[in-house]
């Protein structure tokens, strides 16, 4: 059942926002992914208020890492989460994955020879896919 007793202000970001995801085990939980060099995603907790304050979660591409920033590519670019994990591909064929419960740490980082345009977690597999082909990656490890 949708309904509004009064229509909502919108709220400015750090960038413009190209995906917005609900996640699927807890409704409270809202991913902003934002068309920003160094935060591409931000955590709201909606139990906490409204999106006119700072995000709770704001994950990195640049904090903390050796690796090379990865190319954002196509706006169109669509991550995915699933329990306390966040993944998101980009133009360059990095995939990150980020555990949320530990910041902004991110948990695995898998590269393919093509870009990327949705990254899906499936169980305990990461799947990437773009253009003509899709990676599979275990995030079990073996």
């Not at 809202?30 to 999106?51: C, K, N, P, W």
């Not at 196509?74 to 994990?85: D, K, P």
């Not at 980020?98 to 499936?122: C, L, M, P, S």
């Amino acid at each position: 059942r949708l309904d509004a007793r009064e229509p909502a202000t919108p709220v400015r970001v750090s960038g413009k926002v190209t995906q917005v995801h609900v996640h699927p085990q807890d409704a409270r939980i809202v991913a902003l992914e934002i068309d920003h060099m160094d935060y591409q995603v931000q955590m709201y907790d909606t139990r906490e208020g409204s999106f006119a304050r700072k995000p709770w979660l704001d994950t990195s591409t640049t904090a903390g890492s050796a690796a090379p920033v990865p190319r954002p590519g196509s706006r169109y670019i669509r991550g995915s989460a699933v329990h306390s994990l966040f993944a998101r591909g980009y133009g360059d064929g990095v995939v990150l994955v980020w555990d949320y419960r530990n910041g902004a740490q991110k948990r695995f980082r898998f590269e393919r020879q093509a870009d990327v345009v949705h990254t899906v977690i499936a169980g305990s597999d990461v799947i990437a896919y773009g253009g003509y082909s899709a990676t599979f990656w275990s995030v079990l490890g073996g």
